[in-house]
């Protein structure tokens, strides 16, 4: 078990790294004996915590019995101070090194994450490529969309793993558990599962492996119980999926062939799903989930059941051309997202892009109506067949919009996917792309627009379509210290083709034109829609011609196996009349005010002010407290918290106020039950309706600080010399720090035991500046004291 004490107070975010959430499996401890699988996202711990495949991947893995733990990429800083350090890479859970485990499984969404898949192994001691590893190394397997095209990463990985884990894990974990095996008999086995494929058996043969799927999305595969993460995420909500594939049949869109057949999940499931899941994380929000949610059969039943029961809904995918009037006033409020993608009709006949614009537009003047407070605008430039006037007409269509509600602008250049009708199209090149970019911003007037940059798509675009000589590429541009390269503040391009050019590629070479008379590379996965209707799809493009959704036409056999499609009612677009919206009442009945003294100590205090708070209201809900919420759009609960306290420091004496719709006489023992470790109930008390606030009363905060062992002057801070240094800093006026007077700050300053007391006023220094001012630190080393906050004044 790796010591992060020293490490976690000097970097960014320490809460990525500490674990110990509500929900998750696995004690502190390691037994070596288990079988066990690290669960690997290549980017930090907010990305991967919001994956839904890393949710499922790890809920599946614990069903069975096994040993699983996460791990995730350490931000630069992190890994700066683990490599100083020599602290291995680490699982979250038990905080063992991932060398320990005997199979990483790695979730690859994204084509810009690689490096950091190569910095993982790195970090952890195993070595990056598959032929070098021996026997005590860990199996690294590989899944995820990546996987469709594996050959640009192919030697890092012993085996790659096609399709849905509902399938793959279960006939995974009897050969990784099969203690009778070598490793390499072990990849031998793996890469025999259907969905299975090693670098020895590839031989770049057309369809080497074929996708796997479960045929139905059952109950018992939704994350039960969900991981509540103590930091805020990208998506950090309850995520429940409703389906699972999509037959718009967009020609542009990966994921509209790779998970077809088209699944969903019935309302039942889903309500249950969300009751559940509310009631043992302690959420507020649910997100449902699904390629296009308002293709659901039960999507109006689905929205009805969960509103008006203070759950903050979230439809990501909500298409505004398949919006209804009764849908649109059951959801109302928040923003509608419009995709029409291209500008013209033309071009979205060209794409199958099926949405009548002159309805869209008029929908978009009866938005107010309904409580949206804005539209989305999702536009990709550089798509097939693309000329001037397509360009001109997303800026006409973005200026006439506008006019009728607010809206929101994304421009995404297009990047050809492998498996679509699209695979064999050229790609634009940065200079095209910068062209259009410059010609949009001119164009389009007062509104937001954001842009994704050519260069990161243009590596997007070579590795989605790449063969197995980019890997050369991969491991050159990691050596030169890319990392993170799909966060904008650490990409850097010039470093990516300094790769290239060493590695004697022309990334250029990948943008074309590829030929329908050759195989490409990425065939050797067998999606299960066949080339032929791949090709039938390009073909129709070419001519302008669509091809509607096979829910509502029938079956136009686009091959893949086992699908058992119901036809779809076909759905109005907006209709959206004037008709007056129902009034929200809410009753007012006799609150009580409570007010709960707690403590937040161990690991807690590497989590900030405002990812406590949301743990902790997370745990009152989950305590199923009758809380009282704010009226408005997006009710909250009514909980006031004492001030911050300082990020590393630990307290005995934190205060939460709630109100409750009533008297509950059993509060404590309930909400102890629902509480993280690291945090525990000392008192609660009734409070008068009307008393004091706790930002009224809490001004001054006591803190003790242990006296420091070592500083920049070796005599000062040492305990015999404490009492003088006392007494000079009480006896000055003026003591600065970075510029910072902190001696108003201090209204008592006494030794006890071995260390310091100090009654501080709140908000006018920083307890860090304090201490090094007092013991004459650096900031580094006043950061890594333990220090407590014992009281109030
Ligand atoms: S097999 Fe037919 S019905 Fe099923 S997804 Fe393909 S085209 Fe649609």
Known sequence: MCNLDSILPLVRK?????GDEIGRRGERQFAPADTSVAIAFPDVYEVGMSSLGVRILYHLFRKEGMRVERVFSPWVD???KMRKNKIPLFSLESHTPIKDFDLVAFSLQYELNYTNVLCMLDLAGIPLLSEERKEKDPIIVAGGTCVFNPLPILPFFDVFLVGEGEVLVPEMIPVIGDKSLTRSEKIAELSKLSGGLSVKNTGNLQGSVRKVFTAILSPDTIPDPPIVPFIDIVHDRLVVEIARGCTRGCRFCQAGTIYRPYRERDRKTVAEAVRCGLSKTGYGG???LSLSLLDHSEIEEIIRDLRGKNISLSLPSLRGDALTDRVARLIGGGSVTLAPEAGTERLRR??????????MIASTRRLKLYGFTHAKLYFMIGLPGETDEDIEGIVKLVNTIRKNTSVKVSISPFVPRPHTPFQWERQNDIEELREKINFLKSGIKKVRVSYRDPEGCLLEGVFSRGDERLSKVVERAYGLGA???????LFCFDRWMEAFEKEGIDPAGYLRERSVEKTLPWEIVDTGVRREWLLEERELSRRGDMRRDCRIIGCTGCG?????????KEKSVIQMDYGRRAKMVHLTPVKMRYRIMYSKTGDL?????????????????????????SQGYKPKPRVAFSPPLTLGFTSRVEYMDVILERLVPDIEVRVKRTLPDGFAINAVEILPPKGASLSSTLLHQRLRVDIPQCGRDPGAPRRDGLIRLINDFMEKEVVEIDGVNVRPAVLELKKRGDGVEILMKLGKAKPIQLFQALFNIIDEEARVLKVERIGWQ
């Open 350 to 359: 060209v794409i199958n892009k099926d949405i009548n614009e002159d309805e």
């Open 14 to 18: 320490p809460g990525r790294y500490i």
């Open 560 to 568: 893949i196996f086992d699908c058992e499609i119901k036809p779809l």
């Open 483 to 489: 990392r993170f390269d799909e966060w904008s503040e």
């Open 286 to 288: 649910v997100t449902l």
């Open 605 to 629: 205090r590497f989590i900030g002010h405002l990812d406590t708070t949301r743990a902790l209201i997370r745990a009152l809900k989950r305590a199923g407290l009758p809380l009282v919420y």
């Open 78 to 80: 992190m890994e700066e």
